[in-house]
Nanobody, 117 residues
């Protein structure tokens, strides 16, 4: 399984970015895809996740600002990030976790999101 992320970059506080992650290879139809982030000196944390059935969950810190969605036909997950804050600065990692497979799934290489205040 390969995960290719795109969409990171530098944005001013209050701005928006959209991250994309396309999965390829042996994709199991029942899965969860999500975004995690890791800021310098901090542990990796869940930002948002979405199942193949469309159920979502997200961190309290991003509720009302970030929206996760997916296109099952393209095996692609998106993260729309609005009203960005300096504390959203981190490396964002895509995760694909099939129903049958490694417990922590597969990871993308990460994409840097930097929010300037």
């Amino acid at each position: 399984v390969q995960l290719v992320e795109s969409g990171g970059g530098l944005v001013q506080a209050g701005g928006s970015l959209r991250l994309s992650c396309a999965a390829s290879g042996s994709i199991f139809s029942i899965n969860t895809m999500g975004w995690y982030r890791q800021a310098p000196g901090k542990q990796r944390e869940l930002v948002a996740a979405i199942t193949s059935g469309g159920s979502t969950n997200c961190a309290d810190s991003v509720k009302g600002r970030f929206t996760i969605s997916r296109d099952n036909a393209k095996n692609t997950v998106y993260l729309q990030m609005n009203s960005l804050k300096a504390e959203d600065t981190a490396v964002y990692y895509c995760n694909y976790r099939p129903l049958l497979g490694p417990s922590d799934g597969y990871w993308g290489q990460g994409t840097q999101v930097t929010v300037s205040s």
